[in-house]
């Protein structure tokens, strides 16, 4: 059994598979990502992952929400303008005292006039205008310290050969605790009709294509990407390969762009799916520093076991205090 | 909600109880349609029912040895009654609340340490069947007692009882690990003082059960373990609150709020009964019921204000923020 519950390391070994391909991951660079949710469709045929609904939820082009147990991938739609930018101001000199630090800076003027151009005909820098799409295709983030791992209770979560997580749908009860041990909120138990939808009761998530990779295929949904906004690979050459993308666009001026995820040195050692981001983590419902919760479980268990014993002592104390 | 991503929104700090102030300012935050970061746990009333009930099983398990080694028998068959009907309820609730009941079983494959719900099972499994047989040995019919069955099972129970009271307080405490081993943000904040809130709650409950069935001449160990579970229990909950941030909140409002302040209430009432119910029957016995309210108020508070917690990403987003402000990303090395 690994003791190791924080910290950087290389799972798979860790774990205790000997002669462990190296990890692999992915890079998912929302900078190039167009919305078009090919990942999402993807990975629902592919996976054979039944139906979330098919309600419109008024979030732009997502209509999908969030990730959950029957949503694998997920694409997130941000629109950001000059009207939701006031208060973006507002809310960034509350929280930082300054404005720019967020990265989200835009001194614009929205006339709030329509247009009679076609959209899309004026081109280059002129034909810009205030507002601003952003599009992120999320999934599993593959924990070096996977929280849903470390808390399943009867060993249905594992770590395979190439670092990632993956269930075992015929040893999950569905106890659930996985998923509020995620600090991204991903995993979570398939609900449906009972004997009839696929894993009903079982925790479900990104496999990251666990029988694909093995047979040296690419996971579906960067399979089906067509602006290698998805990325799949070795995750060492991954985070090469983002070092030297954000460099490139902080060179072009896009001061906005920051890797997320990346970093072995992190509140969950790094993640195997890590993300190139053009703002804060949270404007895409990505928590902002997250934290295994593995980390504090030393310090749970001896405030748990003095707990115990005062109750112990207490109880011995009731007795010995004699009268009826 | 706001229906706007990436903006910021301020959540009324109005609506706080008693005009306390609050334990940092209101904060801005940033989330993505106002939707969670974090999950929800998919648990239902099962969960802090078998909290409650796990807790007065534990208790009752120490009472009742106690009162079988000092020559207390109400007490004694309260304690081992008390136990056994806990634990079988737990037991039921635990199962129930499985998304595959049928696989119950599964929990026994493996023993982990990380998992404090795997911790659990083994926890449970070593006290339920001592528990188990300390508690069916007192219902035996008397004329199954003269049996063979029925004579071994009466010689165990004190072995088995005694058993049950070693690992009962671990069957007590074990549970606050479980809630705060999560990214849940109430819950998370709290580890530091849960599992001693929740012994004092299953030692105040399983007093009160002592108070409210034995007789005035064999309660007192009772009464005192009552006492001093729920001043443990109210102290140390004050003190937890205290350091907890934003992610006290949750405590105070909405449903879990008034569960909260319920169980404080109760539990305070309780305490006091208990003191000066020494030579009333009557005074004891409500004051026990109270006790028992008290502890099943605050486990439901508890479970709700983890959920509420993690439906709204406030509680996720702005203590990671502040964080990151403060002392910048969080590194392990």
């Known amino acids: 059994m690994s003791t190791s519950f924080y910290g950087p390391l290389d799972p798979a070994p860790d ?25 999402e469709v993807a990975c629902k045929e592919w996976n054979a992952v039944p139906d979330d609904g098919f309600t419109l939820l008024g979030s732009s082009y997502d209509n999908t929400g969030a990730l959950g147990a ?5 694409v997130a739609f941000i629109e950001q303008s000059p009207a939701s930018d006031v208060l973006n101001r507002v809310g960034d000199s509350a929280l930082t005292g300054d404005r720019n630090a967020l990265g989200t800076d835009t001194t614009k003027v929205d006339l709030g006039m329509p247009s009679f151009d076609l959209p899309g005909m004026a081109v280059g820098a002129d034909g810009r205008t ?96 067509p602006t290698t906004s998805i990325q799949f690979g070795d995750l060492d050459e991954l985070r090469e390969r983002a070092e030297q993308r954000v460099e490139a666009m902080h060179a072009q001026g896009i001061s906005s762009a920051r890797l997320y995820g990346e970093d072995p040195t992190d509140g969950v050692g790094g993640v195997g799916a890590f993300f190139l981001l053009l703002d804060e983590p949270e404007v895409y419902g990505l928590p902002p520093d997250p934290v295994v919760t593995t980390r504090d479980l030393p310090e749970m268990w001896r405030k748990a076991g003095l707990a115990a014993l005062a109750m112990l002592a207490g109880a011995v104390a009731a007795f010995a205090g004699g009268g009826r | 909600m706001s229906g706007e991503p990436g903006t910021r929104r301020r959540k009324g700090g109005g609506g706080r109880e ?65 136990a056994l009907v806990g634990l ?79 690992v009962a307080p671990a069957v007590a405490s074990y549970t606050a690990v479980l809630l705060t081993n999560t990214a849940t943000p109430t819950w998370h904040a709290a580890h530091r003082h849960l599992p001693f809130v929740f012994v004092g709650s299953a030692s105040a409950a399983s007093g009160g059960l002592g108070l409210l069935a034995a007789p005035l001449s064999e309660a ?102 502040e964080r990151v402000e403060q002392h910048g990303r969080t590194r392990s090395v």
Not at chain 2, 269 to 286: E, K
């Open chain 1, 15 to 39: 774990a205790g598979w000997t002669d462990a391909p190296p990890r692999k991951g992915f890079f998912t660079d929302t900078s190039i990502c167009i919305g078009c949710k090919a990942c």
């Open chain 1, 70 to 74: 029957s949503t694998w991938r997920h």
């Open chain 1, 130 to 225: 205030d507002f601003r799409w952003l599009m992120a295709s999320d999934v599993c983030k593959h924990c070096t310290h996977a929280g849903c791992l470390d808390v399943c209770p009867t060993g249905a979560l594992f770590r395979t050969e190439f670092g990632t997580v993956v269930v075992q749908d015929d040893i999950c009860n569905g106890c659930g605790y996985c998923v509020p041990a995620c600090p991204f909120g991903v995993i979570d138990r398939r609900v449906g009709e009972k004997g009839v939808t696929k894993n009903e009761g079982i925790a479900q998530k990104c496999t990251l294509c666990y029988d694909r990779i093995g047979d040296g295929l690419t996971p579906a949904c960067a399979k089906a990407c």
């Open chain 2, 18 to 82: 008693h005009g306390e102030q609050p334990m940092v300012p209101p904060a801005e935050f940033t989330s993505y349609y106002g939707r969670p970061v974090v999950k929800a746990s998919p648990w239902e009333h099962d969960i802090p029912a078998y909290l409650f009930m796990g807790g007065v099983a534990a208790g009752s398990s120490l009472l009742s040895a106690g009162a079988d080694l000092t020559d207390r028998p109400v007490l004694r068959r309260t304690g081992r009654i008390g």
């Open chain 2, 88 to 166: 079988t309820l737990s037991m039921l609730a635990l199962v129930k609340d499985l998304g595959r009941p049928e696989r119950f079983h599964h929990m026994l494959r493996v023993a982990k340490p990380t998992s404090p719900m795997s911790v659990g099972t083994w926890i449970l499994t070593l006290y339920g069947p001592f528990a188990g047989l300390a508690g069916t040995a007192e219902l035996l019919p008397p004329r199954l007692r003269r049996t063979l069955p029925g004579r071994l099972l009466g010689w165990s129970a004190r072995p088995a009882g005694l058993t049950a009271a070693v």
């Open chain 2, 220 to 321: 007192s160990p009772a009464r005192r373990l009552a006492v001093a579970g729920a001043v443990l229990e109210l102290a140390v909950e004050r003190h937890m609150e205290a350091g907890m941030g934003i992610t006290a909140e949750p405590l105070h409002d909405g449903h879990a709020g008034t569960l909260m302040r319920a169980s404080k209430a109760l539990t305070a009432a309780g305490a006091v009964g208990a003191v000066l119910g020494r030579r009333s029957r009557l005074l004891s016995a409500v004051s026990g019921a109270a006790l028992m309210a008290g502890s099943a108020c605050l486990r439901f508070g508890v479970f709700e204000a983890g959920q509420a917690s993690a439906r709204d990403p406030r509680y996720t987003v702005v203590p990671q923020r």
